[in-house]
């Protein structure tokens, strides 16, 4: 992953741009320009068995999202674009290309071989400010997975850490829990 702080302006434009241009993913972090290679077979996995999961459970009125982004509320330059996002079906007949974070059930962040602690906790803060109900991070280094709820002034006051093979339990509209005993780990790095 690489970051980019670029002037004030229109970000999304240099973002869009980057994106055309490069193929790479594209979001903007408290105004940074945060570019991502396209994920690789264990991270799109990942991300694959965690939507395959929810998308058998859950309510009619939600769905399974992925290449869809958020908008941090008062300013829609600046946006994040998670793995796999629950958000009302409504989305599918929305003209715009942000979601409003208060509509995000919950947000899946897969964590890259390459993203720092840094980059972490910057977009967990991130979607604690821009109100995100529950965010799910995976990481596939360590196997292990952290779920974050109840976001008040720009931190989820609820933080349950756990390893592959515990179950992450979740709240009602979504399922009870999710099973995480079959993700991918990544190869060790060398």
Same mark, same amino acid.
């Given at each position: 992953?690489?970051?980019?702080?670029?002037?004030?302006?229109?970000?999304?434009?240099?973002?869009?741009?980057?994106?055309?241009?490069?193929?790479?993913?594209?979001?903007?972090?408290?105004?940074?320009?945060?570019?991502?290679?396209?994920?690789?077979?264990?991270?799109?996995?990942?991300?694959?068995?965690?939507?395959?999961?929810?998308?058998?459970?859950?309510?009619?009125?939600?769905?399974?999202?992925?290449?869809?982004?958020?908008?941090?509320?008062?300013?829609?330059?600046?946006?994040?674009? =998670?793995?796999?996002?629950? $958000? %009302?079906?409504?989305?599918?007949? /929305? *003209?715009?290309? &942000?979601?409003? @974070? !208060?509509?995000?059930?919950?947000?899946?962040?897969?964590?890259?071989?390459?993203?720092?602690?840094?980059?972490?906790?910057?977009?967990?803060?991130?979607?604690?400010?821009?109100?995100?109900?529950?965010?799910?991070?995976?990481?596939?280094?360590?196997?292990?997975?952290?779920?974050?709820?109840?976001?008040?002034?720009?931190?989820?006051?609820?933080?349950?850490?756990?390893?592959?093979?515990?179950?992450? =339990?979740?709240?009602?509209? $979504? %399922?009870?829990?999710?099973?995480? /005993? *079959?993700?991918? &780990?990544?190869? @060790? !790095?060398?």
């Amino acid at each position: 992953m690489t970051a980019i702080t670029v002037r004030p302006g229109r970000l999304r434009d240099a973002a869009e741009e980057i994106e055309r241009s490069t193929g790479l993913r594209v979001q903007i972090v408290g105004g940074t320009l945060v570019m991502s290679p396209t994920p690789r077979g264990k991270h799109a996995g990942t991300v694959r068995l965690l939507r395959d999961q929810l998308i058998r459970r859950l309510p009619e009125t939600l769905g399974a999202y992925e290449v869809s982004s958020i908008f941090m509320p008062g300013n829609e330059e600046d946006y994040v674009t =998670p793995d796999l996002v629950i $958000l %009302p079906v409504d989305w599918d007949r /929305d *003209d715009e290309w &942000l979601a409003d @974070p !208060r509509d995000t059930v919950l947000a899946v962040e897969v964590i890259s071989n390459s993203e720092g602690a840094q980059a972490v906790a910057t977009k967990t803060d991130w979607y604690a400010t821009a109100g995100a109900a529950t965010l799910l991070a995976v990481d596939p280094r360590k196997g292990l997975w952290t779920l974050y709820t109840h976001p008040r002034d720009g931190a989820y006051q609820g933080v349950l850490h756990g390893k592959y093979g515990e179950p992450v =339990p979740l709240a009602a509209p $979504l %399922p009870p829990e999710l099973r995480t /005993d *079959d993700l991918p &780990l990544y190869a @060790p !790095r060398s």
